[in-house]
């Protein structure tokens, strides 16, 4: 197994579309199409966010990530992870992987997240607003919960209004996700 990036663009949207599918699930509504089409339009296009894999010899990835700039370009916030099989180990070994090569930024809503994060190489945490808590890998430059920046984002609302108003769009959209999930490999 080794930790790779996608190559090709189709190659990276069937790992987004798959990733956000495993998120999201099948009875989320738009929500899987929204995150697709807005990393893939907004993201990617800026450069703002990077696709990781834990990938097998075949290159089948048994875990995905998307890492996303923060505002100051310093570091890098785990947006989303999962494994396509359900193995937390994979998922476990990529953001391990990730962290100690990355200026990793991730954020735990409970101790059992907190728990998984820390198995995964993230030993700084911060507390957040809300009950959050914030990890910081070794290679994140903040020193203090004051110096973490936001991720970079794309407008959902924005996104859900040109759906409404462009069925073009909104159908195009749509085609490239499912195309996208049917080509993922495995």
Known sequence: ????????????????????????????????????????????????????GLVDDQERPGALALLVLDESGAGMVLELSASPSGDRESERRLIRELALKAPLRVEAGDQDAEAFYRRCG????????GGRRIGLAQG????????V?????????????????DPRFFEQEKGLFVAAL???PG
């Open 122 to 129: 993230i030993t700084r945490w911060f507390a957040a607003p």
């Open 182 to 184: 049917a080509a993922f």
């Open 1 to 52: 197994m080794k930790v790779m990036t996608p190559e090709r663009d189709e190659q990276r949207d069937a790992w987004l579309a798959r990733l956000c599918a495993d998120i999201y699930g099948r009875e989320a509504g738009l929500t899987p199409l929204v995150t697709f089409s807005g990393a893939r339009q907004v993201l990617f296009a800026h450069e703002a966010a990077r696709l990781w």
């Open 140 to 147: 994140h430059p903040a020193q203090a919960i004051s110096d």
């Open 149 to 165: 920046e936001p991720a970079l984002d794309f407008d959902e609302a924005a996104i859900l209004r040109r759906f409404k108003h």
